[in-house]
């Protein structure tokens, strides 16, 4: 089929896929689909989206399509490649002709052109950055703006380039075409401020091509150049920025803000300053001759009259990141040892401490508390209409490179650190002059207020040393927070959230029942916003290291209770989602004390889940809130199994969407509601068969799905086992092949826990998983942690288990073609050898007992490594066997009395049902049930009536007589 004929077909399937009507489109997408990989069919897009008498929605979903198609085929090495024909032919295509009418169209071909750049230029495509070049040189408008945004996009997407060889050739580019484009971007700059005087039409076509020019600038000063501050031209152009700054912002103070230049002007403007942040981001040291004048630039901008009519926001928070940036820079910071810095850190540092001089840093502290921490107009108005909006705004982040409050804050912040000494007085003499309540009649004084409080609020810790904050608090807050007139809102919410900010600084313990009281009146208070604020400081005074629960028990009743009617008073997500925090944060702080508080939100939580179907975070918060919920009501957390239970099961369920959001906390609820469980129960039991998708996923949670398995094991082995060992060993078998060194240890753990719960059944049901683990020991695995883990499972077996671990020999020895006793004697010499990889004390005392059971033995293989067997005993009876300086006699420290009990010290978290399972499963245990002395003892003790006197006597000259004489040592004092 010829290319007209292609384009005819393409073009009919392109026209019903614009289509409204699903029956026309849907086909017509397949059809498509099925040409993606087809010859010629580029080609026919190509022809189709370069003809501008079809219909524009054609025309830009081809642009799409062969936009697509660059990413899917254009790679030689890609799977259904474009031939190299068609390529070069497409390529001549796209440049030869500048004059796609319709801007958005005229965007996405500069934007694929910039794909096919990024593959193939300069070597396959050397004609593009000429033929642009030349195109941008034409008088004619409109080729002249379309290949300038073409230009600008391949600049773009070449600067972005990372490997070295890449960044050379574009620094090659760049030294080419520099000059060319400073010269382009000066031409147009001029001629807007020229036509900006006479008619706003031929003006903002100018500006256009100015912004697409710096646009293109942009990337070539950042990015193009090694060393540009031995580029003339380059330092001339930033130098330029400056002057052409200035007769842009006095053009846009005397244009009409309504002008249709003014966006564009902004626009402009804001991509001047972005040159110089770049430029200072990647290049601080060829930044240094340009320090000055940009800190004078940006300064008297910002923080004198000069910027009156000409400055918007968005410029003001580009200036004040220029200032922070040069401030914070660790280029321009000398080390303690001056000899140890560059030349150029020593420059910048002299230049930046003779501009900010004393009268320069008190100017901008002022001005910065006094004018820019003021509560807007704007803010006040949203505090009234969206209280919520203005009590939860972000300003965490980046927030500060693009919204003027938190870039005023972190300017401020990084400001006074940097000069703390000189600033210090002068905040505090801001303080001095607000002492006592302020008349509530007086906006502009509690504004005022607001403002200078942020700043103590702000820099708490750099005015940890001049500032009593204890007696600030007792002789003035605390009166401020009491005043209840409805305008004194703004001080009662700014003191509350001042006191946060030091809590962590300094406070006094003394005080905080003084706190604690204040934040009781003040969650009754009649403003939304202050009661939010307050909820905020709770927490930080909450999760404060020096809290003590003690203090906080008789506030705890009526502090939780007005949380959780705050809670259901606020309605926006995000406000319940940090309440919610809130709450999660004292019931973890408090913890078993809470019970008796919960009820009303237990019953609330489940209404609170339905309503937020659409609303993972706040799900997220809920399930947050249920954790720690579930840890402080410890065994009573049963009663909540009818709405924890569904909701555990949603957000483990990964066929379910919502899982993607829920499954981490999700997991974590589900652990929590395990560990305190006193009992199981079929639908707690039910909720493990999402266990096996988990498994599958082998995501960064699988740690968290063996702490489940594991607790499933300790609650309830037998039912638990009989349900879903057979899929449980199955998943391990699968995540055994592929699965980290770590991994294999963590299902060898649960494993082991298995069999250490039921060393009966457990060894028969993960049978298949054994043979890999004595066969791993006999191959001398080279994992010091996977070997242990292998001689702990192995020691479990052979010690409790006998029949099972001789059956289990003998088929390994029929699959190796060995004897059985050959096997044993290599399995008992192997573990002799790598018994120092075991690092634990209980597997090494579980090795010692373990091998001892093979006693008594005529076998002669075990009397052959019956050395070997011995020096394992000694070596666990030094590690578990403690002196009683009383007696003098010695006893096997790991040995756990029937009755002893958990104690618990007033730090300490009290014992989960969980660690009471585990404390009665020791009991059983071997390890813990049973004397290693004393089983040491009777072992020798048969083996000698068995082989007698004498040969006894012979066995144990086989034992070095230093390990003999430390074992008698151990023996005698039975």
Same mark, same amino acid.
């Given at each position: 089929?010829?290319?007209?004929?292609?384009?005819?077909?393409?073009?009919?399937?392109?026209?019903?896929?614009?289509?409204?009507?699903?029956?026309?489109?849907?086909?017509?997408?397949?059809?498509?689909?099925?040409?993606?990989?087809?010859?010629?069919?580029?080609?026919?897009?190509?022809?189709?989206?370069?003809?501008?008498?079809?219909?524009?929605?054609?025309?830009?979903?081809?642009?799409?399509?062969?936009?697509?198609?660059?990413?899917?085929?254009?790679?030689?090495?890609?799977?259904?490649?474009?031939?190299?024909?068609?390529?070069?032919?497409?390529?001549?295509?796209?440049?030869?002709?500048?004059?796609?009418?319709?801007?958005?169209?005229?965007?996405?071909?500069?934007?694929?052109?910039?794909?096919?750049?990024?593959?193939?230029?300069?070597?396959?495509?050397?004609?593009?950055?000429?033929?642009?070049?030349?195109?941008?040189?034409?008088?004619?408008?409109?080729?002249?703006?379309?290949?300038?945004?073409?230009?600008?996009?391949?600049?773009?997407?070449?600067?972005?380039?990372?490997?070295?060889?890449?960044?050379?050739?574009?620094?090659?580019?760049?030294?080419?075409?520099?000059?060319?484009?400073?010269?382009?971007?000066?031409?147009?700059?001029?001629?807007?401020?020229?036509?900006?005087?006479?008619?706003?039409?031929?003006?903002?076509?100018?500006?256009?091509?100015?912004?697409?020019?710096?646009?293109?600038?942009?990337?070539?000063?950042?990015?193009?150049?090694?060393?540009?501050?031995?580029?003339?031209?380059?330092?001339?152009?930033?130098?330029?920025?400056?002057?052409?700054?200035?007769?842009?912002?006095?053009?846009?103070?005397?244009?009409?803000?309504?002008?249709?230049?003014?966006?564009?002007?902004?626009?402009?403007?804001?991509?001047?300053?972005?040159?110089?942040?770049?430029?200072?981001?990647?290049?601080?040291?060829?930044?240094?001759?340009?320090?000055?004048?940009?800190?004078?630039?940006?300064?008297?901008?910002?923080?004198?009259?000069?910027?009156?009519?000409?400055?918007?926001?968005?410029?003001?928070?580009?200036?004040?990141?220029?200032?922070?940036?040069?401030?914070?820079?660790?280029?321009?910071?000398?080390?303690?040892?001056?000899?140890?810095?560059?030349?150029?850190?020593?420059?910048?540092?002299? +230049?930046?401490?003779?501009?900010?001089?004393?009268?320069?840093?008190?100017?901008?502290?002022?001005?910065?508390?006094?004018?820019?921490?003021?509560?807007?107009?704007?803010?006040?108005?949203?505090?009234?209409?969206?209280?919520? /909006?203005?009590?939860?705004?972000?300003?965490?982040?980046?927030?500060?490179?693009?919204?003027?409050?938190?870039?005023?804050?972190?300017?401020?912040?990084?400001?006074?650190?940097?000069?703390?000494?000189?600033?210090?007085?002068?905040?505090?003499?801001?303080?001095?002059?607000?002492? /006592?309540?302020?008349?509530?009649?007086?906006?502009?004084?509690?504004?005022?207020?607001?403002?200078?409080?942020?700043?103590?609020?702000?820099?708490?810790?750099?005015?940890?040393?001049?500032?009593?904050?204890?007696?600030?608090?007792?002789?003035?807050?605390?009166?401020?927070?009491?005043?209840?007139?409805?305008?004194?809102?703004?001080?009662?919410?700014?003191? +509350?959230?001042?006191?946060?900010?030091?809590?962590?600084?300094?406070?006094?313990?003394?005080?905080?029942?003084?706190?604690?009281?204040?934040?009781?009146?003040?969650?009754?208070?009649?403003?939304?916003?202050?009661?939010?604020?307050?909820?905020?400081?709770?927490?930080?005074?909450?999760?404060?290291?020096?809290?003590?629960?003690?203090?906080?028990?008789?506030?705890?009743?009526?502090?939780?209770?007005?949380?959780?009617?705050?809670?259901?008073?606020?309605?926006?997500?995000?406000?319940?989602?940090?309440?919610?925090?809130? +709450?999660?944060?004292?019931?973890?702080?408090?913890?078993?004390?809470?019970?008796?508080?919960?009820?009303?939100?237990?019953?609330?939580?489940?209404?609170?889940?339905?309503?937020?179907?659409?609303?993972?975070?706040?799900?997220?918060?809920?399930?947050?809130?249920?954790?720690?919920?579930?840890?402080?009501?410890?065994?009573?957390?049963?009663?909540?199994?009818?709405?924890?239970?569904?909701?555990?099961?949603?957000?483990?369920?990964?066929?379910?969407?919502?899982?993607?959001?829920?499954?981490?906390?999700?997991?974590?609820?589900?652990?929590?509601?395990?560990?305190?469980?006193?009992?199981?129960?079929?639908?707690?039991?039910?909720?493990?068969?999402?266990?096996?998708?988990?498994?599958?996923?082998?995501?960064?949670?699988?740690?968290?799905?063996?702490?489940?398995?594991?607790?499933?094991?300790?609650?309830?082995?037998?039912?638990?086992?009989?349900?879903?060992?057979?899929?449980?060993?199955?998943?391990?078998?699968?995540?055994?092949?592929?699965?980290?060194?770590?991994?294999?240890?963590?299902?060898?753990?649960?494993?082991?826990?298995?069999?250490?719960?039921?060393?009966?059944?457990?060894?028969?049901?993960?049978?298949?998983?054994?043979?890999?683990?004595?066969?791993?020991?006999?191959?001398?695995?080279?994992?010091?942690?996977?070997?242990?883990?292998?001689?702990?499972?192995?020691?479990?077996?052979?010690?409790?288990?006998?029949?099972?671990?001789?059956?289990?020999?003998?088929?390994?020895?029929?699959?190796?073609?060995?004897?059985?006793?050959?096997?044993?004697?290599?399995?008992?010499?192997?573990?002799?050898?790598?018994?120092?990889?075991?690092?634990?004390?209980?597997?090494?005392?579980?090795?010692?007992?373990?091998?001892?059971?093979?006693?008594?033995?005529?076998?002669?293989?075990?009397?052959?490594?019956?050395? /070997?067997?011995?020096?394992?005993?000694?070596?666990?009876?030094?590690?578990?066997?403690?002196?009683?300086?009383?007696? /003098?006699?010695?006893?096997?420290?790991?040995?756990?009395?029937?009755?002893?009990?958990?104690?618990?010290?007033?730090?300490?978290?009290?014992?989960?049902?969980?660690?009471?399972?585990?404390?009665?499963?020791?009991?059983?245990?071997?390890?813990?049930?049973?004397?290693?002395?004393?089983?040491?003892?009777?072992?020798?003790?048969?083996?000698?009536?068995?082989?007698?006197?004498?040969?006894?006597?012979?066995?144990?000259?086989?034992?070095?007589?230093?390990?003999?004489?430390?074992?008698?040592?151990?023996?005698?004092?039975?």
């Amino acid at each position: 089929m010829d290319i007209n004929s292609a384009s005819t077909v393409v073009l009919q399937a392109l026209t019903q896929a614009t289509s409204q009507d699903t029956a026309i489109l849907k086909p017509a997408e397949e059809r498509l689909k099925q040409w993606e990989t087809q010859p010629g069919f580029y080609s026919a897009l190509l022809n189709i989206f370069t003809n501008h008498t079809l219909d524009v929605n054609v025309r830009w979903l081809a642009v799409l399509y062969f936009k697509n198609g660059i990413d899917r085929y254009w790679r030689r090495i890609a799977p259904h490649a474009l031939a190299e024909e068609e390529k070069t032919s497409l390529r001549a295509g796209l440049i030869a002709n500048f004059n796609e009418p319709v801007n958005q169209i005229a965007i996405q071909i500069g934007v694929l052109i910039a794909k096919i750049a990024r593959l193939d230029c300069p070597r396959n495509w050397p004609e593009l950055i000429p033929t642009l070049l030349e195109s941008v040189r034409v008088q004619d408008d409109l080729r002249q703006h379309r290949a300038l945004l073409a230009f600008y996009h391949v600049t773009k997407t070449l600067a972005s380039k990372k490997l070295v060889a890449d960044k050379k050739l574009f620094q090659e580019l760049a030294s080419g075409i520099y000059s060319f484009v400073c010269s382009l971007w000066n031409h147009h700059a001029d001629s807007f401020l020229q036509q900006i005087c006479i008619g706003e039409t031929a003006a903002i076509n100018s500006l256009e091509r100015t912004l697409l020019s710096l646009k293109v600038l942009r990337k070539l000063t950042a990015h193009g150049f090694v060393e540009p501050h031995k580029n003339l031209e380059l330092m001339e152009f930033l130098n330029t920025v400056f002057e052409r700054l200035k007769q842009f912002l006095e053009c846009r103070r005397q244009i009409n803000a309504e002008s249709s230049c003014s966006e564009k002007l902004e626009k402009t403007i804001i991509l001047f300053t972005k040159v110089l942040l770049d430029f200072l981001d990647y290049h601080p040291f060829s930044f240094i001759s340009l320090i000055r004048r940009s800190l004078e630039f940006a300064v008297s901008y910002t923080f004198t009259s000069a910027g009156e009519g000409a400055v918007f926001e968005r410029f003001i928070v580009q200036c004040m990141n220029l200032i922070k940036m040069i401030v914070k820079n660790d280029a321009y910071k000398p080390a303690k040892n001056t000899e140890a810095s560059k030349p150029e850190t020593l420059e910048a540092h002299k +230049i930046k401490i003779s501009f900010f001089n004393h009268s320069t840093l008190t100017e901008i502290c002022r001005r910065l508390v006094s004018h820019y921490f003021l509560l807007t107009p704007e803010e006040l108005s949203m505090w009234e209409e969206d209280p919520e /909006g203005f009590a939860v705004e972000e300003a965490g982040g980046d927030s500060y490179k693009y919204s003027l409050r938190p870039c005023t804050e972190v300017l401020f912040l990084d400001v006074f650190h940097e000069h703390s000494q000189t600033l210090t007085p002068v905040l505090l003499e801001m303080v001095q002059n607000l002492h /006592g309540p302020t008349n509530v009649e007086d906006t502009v004084g509690l504004v005022i207020k607001d403002a200078v409080y942020n700043a103590v609020g702000l820099a708490a810790y750099e005015l940890f040393d001049n500032v009593d904050f204890d007696q600030w608090f007792k002789s003035q807050l605390l009166a401020e927070l009491q005043v209840t007139h409805i305008r004194y809102k703004v001080i009662r919410r700014r003191v +509350i959230w001042l006191i946060g900010q030091w809590i962590s600084v300094k406070f006094q313990s003394e005080l905080r029942p003084m706190l604690y009281e204040a934040i009781l009146n003040l969650m009754q208070d009649q403003d939304r916003v202050v009661r939010i604020e307050t909820a905020t400081t709770l927490k930080l005074a909450v999760d404060d290291f020096a809290f003590r629960t003690e203090q906080f028990l008789p506030y705890l009743e009526n502090i939780f209770g007005l949380l959780f009617q705050l809670l259901q008073q606020v309605t926006e997500c995000d406000t319940k989602m940090h309440v919610l925090h809130v +709450i999660s944060c004292v019931i973890e702080r408090v913890g078993m004390q809470i019970r008796p508080y919960v009820g009303c939100l237990v019953q609330y939580l489940p209404l609170l889940w339905k309503q937020s179907e659409d609303h993972n975070m706040l799900r997220c918060a809920i399930l947050t809130t249920l954790i720690h919920l579930v840890q402080g009501l410890g065994a009573d957390s049963k009663n909540l199994y009818p709405f924890l239970l569904p909701v555990i099961q949603l957000s483990t369920d990964v066929a379910q969407p919502p899982h993607v959001y829920l499954l981490e906390d999700g997991l974590e609820l589900w652990l929590a509601t395990l560990e305190n469980s006193p009992s199981i129960t079929p639908e707690l039991l039910g909720v493990f068969q999402n266990m096996s998708a988990l498994l599958e996923l082998s995501s960064e949670n699988v740690k968290t799905c063996f702490q489940i398995i594991n607790a499933y094991i300790f609650l309830t082995s037998s039912e638990f086992l009989q349900n879903f060992a057979a899929a449980l060993c199955q998943s391990f078998c699968e995540l055994m092949q592929d699965i980290t060194t770590e991994g294999q240890v963590q299902v060898l753990k649960v494993v082991e826990n298995i069999l250490k719960v039921n060393p009966i059944l457990g060894p028969q049901m993960f049978q298949p998983i054994l043979p890999s683990v004595l066969k791993g020991i006999l191959d001398g695995e080279r994992y010091p942690v996977v070997m242990s883990t292998y001689l702990g499972i192995t020691g479990r077996v052979l010690l409790q288990n006998t029949v099972f671990f001789s059956s289990l020999l003998n088929q390994i020895a029929l699959e190796l073609n060995q004897e059985m006793d050959q096997l044993l004697g290599n399995l008992i010499e192997m573990w002799v050898e790598r018994m120092d990889n075991i690092t634990q004390p209980e597997r090494r005392k579980l090795s010692a007992l373990a091998l001892l059971s093979l006693l008594p033995s005529e076998n002669s293989v075990i009397q052959d490594k019956f050395c /070997g067997i011995i020096n394992i005993c000694v070596e666990a009876l030094h590690d578990v066997m403690s002196e009683d300086p009383d007696s /003098g006699t010695y006893k096997d420290c790991m040995v756990i009395s029937h009755f002893e009990e958990l104690k618990v010290s007033e730090d300490e978290e009290p014992p989960t049902e969980q660690d009471k399972r585990k404390k009665l499963l020791a009991l059983k245990d071997p390890v813990h049930s049973v004397s290693l002395q004393q089983f040491v003892f009777e072992k020798l003790k048969a083996q000698q009536e068995l082989l007698g006197e004498q040969g006894f006597q012979n066995l144990m000259e086989s034992v070095d007589t230093d390990i003999v004489r430390q074992l008698q040592g151990f023996l005698q004092k039975l």
